[in-house]
T-cell receptor, first 113, second 118 residues
Framework: GDSVTQMEGPVTLSEEAFLTINCTYT??????LFWYVQYPGEGLQLLLK?????DKGSNKGFEATYRKETTSFHLEKGSVQVSDSAVYFC????????????FGIGTKLQVIP | GAVVSQHPSWVICKSGTSVKIECRSL??????MFWYRQFPKQSLMLMAT?????????EQGVEKDKFLINHASLTLSTLTVTSAHPEDSSFYIC??????????????FGPGTRLTVL
């Protein structure tokens, strides 16, 4: 079946540090890949996505590139801010059927001043 | 982007009572709605998928008689937790998928409902 593996947190970084959160996947079809963010006490928000190999999704300074050869979709940001503190979920969705989304376990990021 | 709302945002109930959670797509018609459950410090687990006017498809291990799902219209789905017990306490999140203006098919998540059963 489809699955997403991402590094467990928590990840603690100082403000302006470089962020990488690793994500790898297995899928029976050709998936679209997503990063969602969940701020404390809130629901999920789509952060970025990529729908085909070599696509780069980007938003709010975050980037992730769809790497089919390594089945990866690592999230990066060059300079994190305190306001980036949240839980980040890597996810995939395979086209066809109901297109349900499969989530990774989530990585908690804490940015300290 | 499109908006999905949930009501209530949080609810506390006594053990043995039933609780209904509503999920609405506010500015698009949702052909499919999904219900997820999230335990503390864990990922979202899909509970069921529902299409308007048809019975929901439940994931393995989810009791369909305990978690009643109704998708009465293209903008409303409800999840009823029947005879709730403390182990049902969780964060319930719905999402809706539909065709937006321009033919774009996307899935949007609601803000979640926190259920606490005493």
């Amino acid at each position: 079946g489809d699955s997403v593996t991402q590094m467990e947190g928590p990840v603690t970084l100082s403000e302006e540090a470089f962020l990488t959160i690793n994500c790898t996947y297995t899928a029976t079809g050709y998936p679209s890949l997503f990063w969602y963010v969940q701020y404390p006490g809130e629901g999920l928000q789509l952060l970025l996505k990529a729908t085909k190999a070599d696509d780069k999704g980007s938003n709010k300074g975050f980037e992730a590139t769809y790497r089919k050869e390594t089945t990866s979709f690592h999230l990066e940001k060059g300079s994190v801010q305190v306001s980036d503190s949240a839980v980040y979920f890597c996810a995939l969705s395979v086209s066809g059927g109901y297109q349900k989304v499969t989530f990774g376990i989530g990585t908690k990021l804490q940015v300290i001043p | 982007g499109a908006v999905v709302s949930q009501h209530p945002s949080w609810v506390i109930c006594k053990s043995g009572t039933s609780v209904k959670i509503e999920c609405r797509s506010l500015d698009f018609q949702a052909t499919t709605m999904f219900w997820y459950r999230q335990f503390p410090k864990q990922s979202l687990m899909l509970m069921a998928t529902s299409n308007e006017g048809s019975k929901a498809t439940y994931e393995q291990g989810v009791e369909k008689d305990k978690f009643l799902i109704n998708h009465a219209s293209l903008t409303l789905s409800t999840l009823t937790v029947t005879s709730a017990h403390p182990e049902d306490s969780s964060f319930y999140i719905c999402s809706a998928r539909g065709i937006l203006a321009g033919g774009y098919n996307e899935q949007f998540f609601g803000p979640g409902t926190r259920l606490t059963v005493l």
